[in-house]
């Protein structure tokens, strides 16, 4: 039977939820799927069976953002995500008409461009998104160093505004950075990061200022450092206390995914010996109504960074 491509309704909600669980390892994605309030129309599904309600084939979901551009102007972009398929229906062709869709509905509604992050980037090769690089820092856990200027300690709830607002001017025109509403600190950077009281915060010792903050993560047997924001100088101190954590838990070996400049490179042998760079392509882009040039010109500036914590 040849399945009916439609955008999603609420009596849709059960299936997905079961869809998603099926396929993945992620609870947070019902969540992250319920901060859109155009959630329906912006997920598309296939189905063979008649009727809402029953049991989905294959489903993708467009998720409106405003992220920056090269200038560092903030643009709509729809990023693609939660998409999955019933191991039976795989095969068919669905994800790619459902790409198909979501491109129809990006477009309309004014994306400049999309963008996606994926294992298996030939699944979306063929409907237009290309791959770009992206670059990390892997090495083994350096020493613990002496302690450095700024107190530094676990975040807690009191901290939240100062640490957004140290994310919003570090980010402030650093393209393929999101620009966060409340909700994304409610809901999306908790549901990838865990709670604010595992990161990391630098404080200036005279004014009790927040001057750094840090997201460094176990994952496997390496620590990733996974965002930060704030005054380079703060780094040291920051990642010497992550440090203390990854060897305090057992691993040997830390990833850094911080854009690659002065400040970073500086701090890094606190934290990291024997160093080498890797280059990843999991990033896919698409221009719906900008050009495949000023696309390009984003996804490989100087400083871009997609952080972990937007994803889609």
Do not use: K
Not at 41 to 62: K, P
Not at 83 to 107: F, K, Y
Not at 143 to 168: N, W
């Amino acid at each position: 039977m040849t399945a009916v491509i439609r955008t999603a309704t609420p009596a849709d909600d059960p299936a997905l939820a079961a869809l998603w669980r099926r396929c993945f390892d992620a609870p947070q994605i019902a969540d992250l799927h319920a901060l859109d309030p155009d959630r329906h129309r912006h997920t598309f599904v296939a189905q063979s069976a008649e009727g809402e309600g029953e049991e989905i084939d294959a489903v993708v979901v467009y998720v409106p953002r405003l992220i920056r551009d090269a200038d560092g102007t903030p643009q709509r972009v729809g990023g693609i995500g939660s998409v999955a398929t019933r191991p039976e229906a795989r095969g068919q062709g669905l994800v790619r008409r459902l790409l198909e869709a979501a491109e129809h509905t990006m477009t309309a509604e004014g994306c400049a461009w999309s963008l996606l992050f994926t294992g298996t980037p030939g699944v979306y090769r063929g409907s237009g998104w290309q791959e770009f690089a992206g670059t990390y820092t892997e090495g083994t856990l350096a020493p613990s160093p002496a302690a450095g200027g700024f107190r530094i300690r676990p975040a807690t709830v009191r901290d939240a505004a100062e640490v957004a607002a140290l994310h919003r001017a570090y980010n402030a025109d650093r393209p393929l950075s999101s620009v966060r509403a409340a909700e994304d600190w409610a809901v999306r950077v908790p549901a990838w990061y865990g709670p604010l009281d595992r990161s990391l915060v630098a404080q200036d010792p005279v004014s009790g200022a927040l001057v750094g903050w840090l997201v460094a993560r176990h994952e496997g047997e390496c620590l990733e450092v996974r965002e930060f924001a704030g005054a380079p100088g703060s780094l040291e101190g920051l990642f010497a206390a992550a440090g203390e954590r990854g060897r305090a838990a057992g691993l040997g070996r830390a990833r850094v995914r911080l854009p690659d400049g002065p400040g970073v490179r500086a701090a890094l042998p606190v934290l990291l010996e024997d160093t080498w760079r890797v280059t990843e392509r999991v990033g896919m882009a698409r221009p719906l109504h900008a050009t495949e040039e000023s696309v390009r010109a984003t996804v490989t500036a100087p400083g871009a960074v997609h952080w972990y914590g937007d994803c889609f």
